[in-house]
């Protein structure tokens, strides 16, 4: 090899190296760039969590959730708890507690069983007809007015007016049942006093 052919290809792998470490650098920049607007946006997105019959369109997100969907899914919780016979109580019970608070669901399972065992002690069956739903975004809670009635076999004995609150947990854009309970006209979102 000649001494102008070995410099020439040292030339040539020296500008290999300079372009490699160009594009390297180039690539870092990127990632470095990439990395700084992906923590931006961290917490910015909305996450579309569908109630499984829509009425109306809402919103969720990390920081809150729209009225509608309070509103929504407080009607179909209701009705998981409130509208049921002794056969399907108990998957309902398991349907609902998938949707409540970690730090909630023995709380609420314990009134969902004791709820399941009165009907099935004196063969119940509950159906609870909604009249009104007034939501606060704020306190994220829901009171749902309306008629529960209840069967023995296929006889009503009684048919009342009852208003519920169901209260939620926004955790990262997921919607959580803390609170399901009954309440009354004077403390509708059972916060103060309690139902007489």
């Known amino acids: 090899m000649t001494p ?4 020439s290809t040292h030339q040539k792998k020296a500008a ?9 650098g180039g690539l870092l920049v990127l990632s470095i760039v990439e990395g700084f607007l992906i923590s931006k946006t961290l917490g910015m997105e909305k996450i579309v969590v569908t109630p499984p019959h829509i009425e109306k369109s809402f919103w969720v997100s990390a920081e809150g959730v729209s009225k ?5 899914m407080a009607y ?12 399907t109580g108990e998957y309902q019970k398991k349907l609902f507690l998938q949707y409540a608070s970690p730090q909630k669901a023995g709380q609420l ?36 007015y309306g008629d529960l009635e209840t069967y023995v076999q296929d006889k009503r004995i009684s048919i009342k ?5 169901i209260a ?5 854009g997921r919607i959580f049942v803390t609170e399901f309970k009954e309440t009354n006209e004077k403390d509708i979102f059972g916060i103060g006093a309690t139902p007489q």
């Open 161 to 165: 007016p009852v208003i519920y609150v």
């Open 16 to 24: 290999e190296i300079s372009f490699l470490r160009l594009v390297v």
């Open 76 to 87: 179909w919780y209701a009705g998981l708890a409130l509208t049921a016979t002794r056969s």
């Open 109 to 144: 399972a314990t009134e969902m069983t004791a709820r399941l065992e009165f009907m099935e002690k004196n063969s119940a069956s509950t159906m609870f007809t909604v009249r009104a739903v007034k939501a606060d975004e704020k306190l994220m809670r829901v009171a749902i």
């Open 4 to 7: 102008n052919h070995i410099a």
């Open 168 to 172: 939620f947990q926004n955790l990262n």
């Open 68 to 72: 509608s969907y309070l509103e929504q």
